[in-house]
């Protein structure tokens, strides 16, 4: 059983919906992290967070660490946002990241 | 704004000669890692680095795998005898300690390593 479970797979929006990308785990945490790739590769830090709710932008990315769940919002949506949206976490026991399978979201103009 | 720097971006060689990743990470960071891509497939942990040894890896990091950080400033990943399933998206990361816990890591771009 994979640790960092993403859904969906895949989610084509049209350009200005609001969407939410879903994760959830099965391990203890130190921190939870949501990651864009885009299709040359590179991977960037979106946000990092052990509680509650943070929000950068348009992105807003929330965590209950009771559920074990935690969400990704894009308001407003553009088709800049086109990327892979990767959740990963920390375990407790270590530094490194574990990561889900990613999220690939297609925005239409 | 600091980043981390890999080299090269890509990366061919013959199946069975050593390959050596090269990164730079950002300066004042004292956590590093490896972490591997192959093509369709999540990334996946190697192995991370921090005061001058290892300080995790993972069942992939076997004996044809060696990390080192040789002048204080680069890290390296090397393959001693590369094989066709190493073919991947390498990425180096870093964090850094910002004295109330440690940072979110920071990832180069990648080095795509083709074995043919």
């Known amino acids: 059983k994979n640790e960092v479970e993403q859904s969906p797979q895949n989610l084509t929006a049209q350009e200005g919906e609001f969407i939410t990308i879903n994760c959830s785990y099965s391990v203890g945490i130190s921190a939870l992290h949501w990651l864009q790739q885009h299709p040359g590769g590179g991977i960037v830090s979106l946000f990092m967070?052990?509680?509650g709710k943070k929000k950068h932008g348009r992105l807003i990315a929330t965590i209950n660490i009771q559920e074990k769940h935690s969400s990704l919002h894009i308001t407003a949506s553009h088709p800049r946002d086109s990327a892979v949206y990767i959740c990963?976490?920390?375990?407790?026991?270590?530094?490194?990241?574990?990561f889900g399978s990613g999220t690939q979201l297609t925005v239409l103009p | 704004e600091p980043e981390v720097t890999q080299t090269p971006s890509h990366q061919v060689t013959q199946m069975g000669q050593e390959v050596i990743l090269r990164c730079v990470p950002i300066s004042n960071h004292l956590y590093f890692y490896w972490y591997r891509q192959i093509l369709g497939q999540k990334v996946e942990f190697l192995v991370s680095?921090?005061?001058?040894?290892?300080?995790?890896k993972s069942e992939i990091f076997d004996d044809q795998f060696s990390v080192e950080r040789p002048d204080g400033s680069n890290f390296t990943l090397k393959i001693r005898s590369t094989k066709l399933e190493d073919s991947a998206m390498y990425f180096c990361?870093?964090?850094?300690?910002?004295?109330?816990?440690?940072?979110?890591?920071?990832f180069g771009q990648g080095t795509r390593l083709t074995v043919v």
């Open positions: 990963a976490v920390t375990r407790s026991s270590a530094r490194q990241l574990t």
């Open positions: 967070l052990s509680s």
């Open positions: 990361a870093s964090s850094g300690n910002l004295g109330t816990g440690w940072s979110e890591a920071f």
């Open positions: 680095f921090y005061n001058n040894e290892i300080s995790e």
